[in-house]
């Protein structure tokens, strides 16, 4: 049916398409190993917050507290704008809500 030139060039495309599928494969197992160290990273990251996540949450507040009270008390007319400017800003958007709502009714 086929002649034996044709069966083995068809042999040779077979064993070159083999070949070719077998780095393609190695060259895919090694950029998975490249992907899969950040994740990998990342996951040992994550266990260790779920171990100390309800310590660090239970310390964040006075964490917090005691981090405002060094940075605002050394940093002058900063630490007043630091700890006033919220408040002034929530001031300013319910003023300016007021203001637009006069003006429409």
Do not use: C
Request: hydrophobic share 50%; glycine share 6%; proline share 5%.
């Amino acid at each position: 049916m086929y002649p034996d030139a044709e069966l083995a060039r068809l042999e040779l495309h077979k064993s070159t398409l083999r070949l070719r599928i077998a780095i393609r494969r190695l060259e895919i197992s090694i950029a998975a190993k490249e992907v899969e160290r950040p994740i990998a990273w990342l996951d040992r990251v994550l266990a260790f917050w779920r171990k100390i996540s309800p310590l660090a949450k239970f310390a964040a507040v006075p964490a917090v507290l005691l981090a405002r009270r060094v940075l605002l008390k050394r940093t002058g007319i900063f630490g007043t704008l630091l700890r006033w400017g919220p408040a002034i800003f929530s001031a300013g958007k319910v003023f300016g809500k007021m203001r637009s709502q006069n003006q429409t009714g």
